[in-house]
């Protein structure tokens, strides 16, 4: 192909019910930073993602019929404070396990999203 229109991914939509709810369980117990936070005529529009990442999530309650996400894949250099940090926000999650491509830990959002985690 000549020439690729699309450069990057921008954003992706993580479906929530609660933006509120979403927007401690991103920040508070992931780390996560806001990067917008906007009226929308359907709510907020309200972005965030870890420091110095090009890519943010999209916490959206305005697709009730939207299914939550799964497999999205994360990178985080230390499964452990991860682990611990989830199971102190009362997060579900499994591992860390070491699998033959790496060291992952899954997680899920209080909305059902389902989240990987790398050993970056």
Known sequence: MADMPISSILTVTVPVADQERALDFYTRVLGFEVRTDNPFPMGRW???APDGATTTLLLASW????APIGG???GAPDLDALAAGLKEGGAAFQGPSQEAWGRQLLFHDPFGNGFVVSQT
């Open 46 to 48: 309200l972005t965030v």
């Open 72 to 74: 999205l894949v994360l």
């Open 63 to 66: 697709f009730p019929d939207m």
